[in-house]
Each structure stands twice: as C-alpha cells, then as structure tokens.
C-alpha cells in the first residue's frame, strides 16, 4: 500500500515532470498575479481612505470658516455699522453654536490622529471668540437697559474700537488656527501616504520578481529538455537514420531515460528481431 | 563539470530555505497576518519553484567531484543570499535592491551588519526570516542540506570535505554521517536551551526565539533599534554571553563534552587558549574603562566589556554599549578580538583562534629552527601533529587575510570614509563581525554607506564567510569542463 502510494508520487516519467514544471509554472503567475491584485485592492482601499480624511477634514475646516466668517459678519453689522436687530443677533448667536460643533468634531479628528496639544489650542481659541461674541451680545443687552433708563448718565460702549483693537485680532487668530488644523491633519496623512507607496511597491514589486524567476525558470526548462529529452531524441533518429542506411550496428548506447529509454529499448529490440 | 549536478544539489537547498520561508511566512499569518505575509509566501513559493525544476529533471548521482563540489558550496552560498533578498525586495520599505542584498548576505554569511535605520518597523515575520537566514547561514546551507537531504548517499562527504576549514575537520574524529549529526544536535539544542533560558529572563516568546537564533548562528541580528542595550538586563546579557561563547567553540568538541568523551572543552588547548582570550581582554577592557571613569563603577565596566568582548570575539556583534565611546585600549583590544575570532568548526568567522595558535607555534618553531638548524621540529595540538600543508594553508590564509583587509581598507577610503571606518568595517565584514568603530560602530549601522560600497561589503562577507579560499578558488580554476 504505503509502496504503491511511493511510486504514485515519485516523478519518473516524461508525462509527470512536464505536467508537474507545467503546473508550477501556473501557479506561480496565478499566485504572484493574485497577490498582485491583492496588494492593489490594498492600494485602492488605502488611497479611498486618505482621500476621505483629507476630504473630511477639508469640510470640516470649511465649515469652522464659514461659521466664522459668518459670526465675524455678524460682529460687524452689529458693532461697527450698527445693525442692532435682531436677526443679526440670531445670526451671530447661530455661529456661535456652528462653530462650536465644527469646532468640536475637529479637535475629535485630532484626538484621533495623536495631535492633542494642537486639538486643545483650537478649542481654547475657538471658545475666547465664542465667548467674546457672547459677551458682546450679552453687554449689548445690558446697555440697552442702561440707555433706556439713564442713557445720559453712562459712557457709551465704544463698539467700533472694540471690533478693531479686539475682536479682530481674535478672529484674525482663528484663522490661523483654522489654516493650522488643515495642514496639521494633512500632515498627519503622510505616513499614510508612505504606507501607501510600500503598498503600491508592494503590487508592483512580486510580477517583476516573478518575471525574472520565470525567465530563470524557462531558461532551466529549456536546458533540461535540451541536455535530457531534446538531445537524446536526435541521437536516436540520427542513430536510426545511420542504421538505415546501412552503418550498422544500431547505437544503443544513447544516454536516455523514461519514456525515451522505452522507445530506444523498442528500436533495438526490433532491430535484433529484424536481424 | 557536470552542471545539472551541481544545479540538483544547489536546488535541494533552496527547498530547504523555502521552507524557512514558508515558517516565517506562518510567523506572519500568526501575528495579526502583518505586512510581511504575503511577500514571505510568495518568496517562498518562488524559491521553491526554482530548486524545483533541477529536482525534477535531473537524477540523483553517487559521486561527485571536487570541481563539483566547490561549485555546489559556493553556488548555494550565492544562490541562498539572492533568494533571500525576495522578501526585503517583495516588502519593501528600507530595501531597495542593494539594501536587500547587503541584508541577505550579512544574514547568510552570520555577519549581522545592517542598513536598517528602524528596525523595529519590520513586521514580526520578516524579522523572525532576518533571525532565520542568521541560523541557517550559522551552520552553513550545505550542511543543512546533507542532514535533511539524505538522497546525497555517498556526495555528503564530498560536499563537507569543501564546506568545512581543513582545520575544522582535523578536529572531528567521527564519519561525516556523524559530523552532520553532531551539528545538528548541539546547534538545534543550544538554541532551543538559550530561547527557553531568554525567555525566563524576561524576553517575550518571539524575541527570545530570534535572539537565540541569532546569538546561536553567531550573526548578532537583534529585533531592537537599540540592540541588546534595549533590554538592560544582567541576566539576558548573561544568557547571551555563554550562548555565543559556546557557539564559538569547535561543535566537535562540545559534543564530546556533553557526550563525555575524551577530547572535551576542558582538555582543548584550543578552547583553553580561546576562553583564555575571552577572559583577559575582558578583564583588561574593564580596567580601562573603569580608570578612564568611563563608566563609574568595575561591575558596570566587566559586564559591558565582557559582552561586547565575548560579541566582538564569537563574530556575533550584538551590543549593549557605543564602543565608538570606549578607550583606545579598548578599541585596539576589540579590533584585535574581531580579527582573531572562535574557533574552527564553530558558526563564527574570521581568522580562528586555532589559525593563531598554529602561527604562533610556527613561528616558536621557526626560531628554534635558527638555534638547531638540523633539528626536525613538528607542530602538535592537543598531541596531533600539524601536516606541512596544513601549517602552509595556515600561513597563506592569514596572508590572504590581512591581504584582503588592507585591499578593503583602500577600497572604502576610496569612497569617502576615514581611516577608522574603513579599516574597522573592512576587518567587520571579512571576518563576519558585522560592527567596527567610526561611521559603523557597535550602535550605528552601514546604512549610510554608498550603494557601491554596500555591495562591496556584502562580497566581503561573502569571501570571508566562504574562508577566502573557497570563494577565490572558484575564479581560479583553470577548467570547470
């Protein structure tokens, strides 16, 4: 049993070494190819993900601008032009509350990606202007009723100064912040990035590994079935050839083996019968 | 020559280096299936396939010769160190073809220099295929493939008559069936031993395995950025200096020991000159590290001096200490250890203590044959008398030796490096050390070197893991027909 199993697996004719070098040969560019693909889905799958951090975090600045801008337009309708109605108040009381949000997921992205110190930067800043655009709103309320009551009695708020020496340079200073976040969590991409160019190495790399192994490969290929099959095969039919034409005897000395040894074996047995 | 022959034999030990492949390539698949998987896999499979065709096609012979043999070593040395570059190739990262080549070579040869500048970014499956070409190239490929591959039948004696030192053999008083055996035996056991005494003193599983593969095949790959230093520990440093002692010590003769027979460790002049040497540099080392207040208290110096006497000496080059730092006493000390190195028939490389005692018997002769020219002086070891061949190979090789360190030395001059560097690393990479002082000292690595430069170290491994000879014959010989 274990003997006729042996001599199953044992490689000793023409047939099983060409089918076995035949099968290798396929699994190797179905495995590099496959691998191949597998490191491209890699490539794919990691450039969709950078492009999307980039693309959230391009949004999220966006709308910390926005929500800004909007405020800062707010601020100076009200504290330089002198709009005081109330719907620039619900509008700056509603930047307010978008830029905290904006503000919020963003320092949450950032957490995320280790950059704390600069996540609590933009917080702090985001709240100072926040909190001063509150404090505007809410002194404004205050010197309303002062007006009403005794408004010969108190200096008036200088508003337009405030705006300039103030609350510009606040929102001057977000803005930084803002520009910060964006090429810091850029930034934070790069070793993504690098990870992605070893992947794509990685894809490209193995067909072209395989492609010089199967260069070695065929050119062994071609050596073996020259030195074992192509070469003995010529000598037989120059050898029988010879015999043919009458130099005799038939060379049975042909160096060969498997199938090849079988047929020479043949040739000599019935030339011997010939004779 | 008989080429397909030597192809079949050179095929058979890329099956064997698959397989390490295929191990590695399970490392892999077991942590997390890391970024080292699939390059390891298909690595595998390439080798595979191309030790495969030569199998298929070419039978097995009982004899073959000299010229053959030759060529099997010297093509399998060659053959391994180029498929062990397809996975740093296939990864990626730091390799680029000549990285990749120096990695593999400085893995094969056990040298253990590298031009990874972050090593610990390596997923666990390429590092455990770093520590693994180390263990194998540690015991020699050849030799893995007469023990595994048993079909060699009568060609095993032939093949270790060309993969070990004349002097190697001399010392083996057993069959080659049995030198093939005793190698396997105390490599496999040492390392198993030292992975399990790692790991009890405080490393985890992988880097104890890969630390003892390392220390065992005498290569001084290490997992860390840091090296050993990383751990800081007494008792891994302890660990690893028996460990790389024992490896430097003839196989032969630690077997006999185990086993209990006659010409043990404790009767060899040679290991006794060896450990001799171990001791007092080390002693000597401390000392002046200690005066020159180096380091403030003798413990410290005597640990660090001892280990990194002991990594220099056994070739292994792990480190615990920037030796760039250390006194010129000390670097003088540590050139001198790195020229000499272990014993013969053990994994280390360089010139072998037995080379140096051999000399310096010659050269005792020589003077005495000034005094009595008519007398006839034989050189003994341990009671065995030298040949005149072997003493002549002896000196040739130490002059082809010193030969090919001053050609080294100009040859990195040449591209740029001072005196320090280019001698150092010239002597590293011939004898198989893998660090040397200036720009690749013991904390450094070569990865600053011009590719050029690169691929000429990596040949320097490759002569001196080959002991000159071996390699060098391969371009001399007048007819390979």
């Known amino acids: 049993m274990f003997d006729r199993v042996k001599n199953n697996l044992r490689i000793n004719s023409l047939a099983r070494r060409l ?60 504290a330089v032009v002198g709009d005081e109605r109330e719907s620039r108040r619900v509008q700056c009381l509603n930047s307010i509350e978008h830029l905290r949000l904006a503000t919020e997921s963003a320092c949450e992205r950032m957490s995320t990606t280790e950059n704390v110190v600069a996540a609590d930067s933009l ?33 008036p708020f200088n508003t337009q100064i405030w705006y300039a020496d103030q609350y510009k340079v606040q929102y001057m200073n977000m803005s930084r912040h803002i520009t910060k976040y964006m090429t810091g969590t850029n930034s934070t991409l790069g070793p993504e990035v690098n990870n992605l160019s070893h992947t794509a190495r990685r894809a490209v790399t193995p067909v072209f590994i ?58 000599a047995q019935l030339i011997s019968k010939l004779n | 020559m008989r080429v397909n022959v030597v192809i079949r034999y050179i095929g058979m030990v890329m099956q064997f280096i698959a397989a390490f492949m295929l191990a590695s390539a399970g490392v892999s698949l077991l942590n997390d299936y890391d970024s080292g998987f699939s390059p390891l896999l298909l690595s595998a499979f390439l080798t595979a396939l191309l030790g495969l065709f030569p199998l298929l096609f070419v039978d097995r012979v009982d004899e ?66 770093r520590a693994s070409s180390a263990w194998i190239g540690g015991i020699g490929v050849v030799m893995f493939a007469l023990v595994i591959l048993p079909s060699l039948g009568r060609s095993r004696h032939m093949l270790s008559n060309v993969e070990m030192s004349t002097i190697a053999k001399d010392n083996f008083h057993y069959r080659t069936k049995v030198i093939t055996r005793i190698l396997i035996f105390v490599y496999v056991g040492m390392t198993l031993i030292t992975t399990l005494l790692l790991k009890y003193a405080g490393m985890n599983w992988f880097d104890s395995m890969t630390h003892a593969m390392s220390a065992c095949g005498t290569c001084g790959f290490s997992t860390k950025n840091l090296s050993i230093a990383f751990y800081d520990s007494a008792a891994i440093e302890a660990i690893l200096i028996v460990a ?36 007092s540099v080390s002693i000597v080392i401390a000392i002046s590290l200690f005066t020159e207040g180096i380091y403030e208290n003798f413990g410290e110096a005597m640990r660090h001096a001892t280990f990194q006497v002991v990594s220099i000496t056994t070739t292994s080059g792990f480190a615990t200490a920037d030796t760039n730092t250390w006194t010129s006493l000390a670097i003088v000390l540590l050139v001198f250890c790195s020229v000499i190195c272990g014993c013969a028939g053990s994994t280390s490389g360089g010139m072998k203590v037995d080379r140096l005692f051999i000399a310096c018997k010659v050269i005792g002769n020589r003077m005495r044959l000034q005094q009595h020219h008519s007398a006839v002086i034989r050189t003994k070891i341990d009671g065995t008398v030298q040949e005149e061949s072997t003493l002549s190979l002896v000196m040739t090789f130490i002059v082809a030796y010193i030969m090919l360190v001053l050609i080294g030395t100009i040859v990195y001059t040449m591209f740029g490096c001072d005196l320090t560097t280019g001698f150092t690393a010239s002597i590293a990479c011939i004898s198989n050390v893998g660090p040397g002082f200036g720009e690749v000292g013991s904390m450094a690595n070569y990865a600053s070197l011009p590719a050029l430069l690169k691929f000429f170290s990596a040949l320097l491994m490759l002569v001196g893991r080959l002991e000159i000879f071996g390699f060098i014959q391969l371009f001399f010989m007048r007819s390979w027909r």
């Not at chain 2, 010229?67 to 680029?96: D, H, N, Q, R």
Request: hydrophobic share 50%.
């Open chain 2, 64 to 129: 073959i010769k000299t010229k053959e043999g030759y060529a099997i070593v010297v093509g399998s040395w060659l053959v391994a160190c180029i498929v062990g570059m397809f996975p740093y190739l296939i990864w990626g990262g730091e390799f680029t073809p000549v990285n990749a080549w120096f990695e593999s070579v400085s893995g094969f040869t056990t040298t253990g220099a590298s031009i990874l500048n972050d090593i610990e970014f390596l997923p666990r499956g390429m590092l455990f295929w």
């Open chain 2, 244 to 279: 790389m002692t024992l490896s430097g010590i003839h196989f032969g003769v630690l077997y006999a020991t185990i086993t209990g027979r006659k010409n043990n460790i404790f009767r060899s002049t040679i290991v006794r000159t060896y450990i001799g040497m171990l001791a």
């Open chain 1, 123 to 155: 917080r702090m800043q985001a709240e100072r202007i926040n909190q001063m655009a509150t404090d505007y709103l809410d002194k404004r309320v205050h010197l309303h009723i002062l007006e009403t009551e005794a408004a010969d009695s108190i200096t």
């Open chain 1, 19 to 78: 089918r076995v070098a035949f099968t290798s040969i396929i699994l190797l560019l179905i495995f590099s190819g496959a691998m191949s693909l597998l490191e491209l889905e890699r490539v794919s799958h990691d450039t969709e993900e950078i492009l999307m951090a980039s693309k959230s975090n391009v949004d999220i600045a966006g709308e910390m601008i926005a929500a800004l801008n909007e405020q800062n337009d707010a601020m100076i309708y009200m």
């Open chain 1, 210 to 267: 395989s492609l010089l192994v199967m260069l070695v490969v065929v050119i062994m290929f071609y050596y073996f079935l020259r030195v074992y099959y192509l070469n003995p095969v010529l000598r037989i039919n120059r050898s029988l050839g010879d015999y043919l034409t009458y130099k005799m005897p038939f060379d049975e000395g042909i160096e060969a083996r498997d199938e090849l040894k079988t047929l020479r074996d043949h040739i």
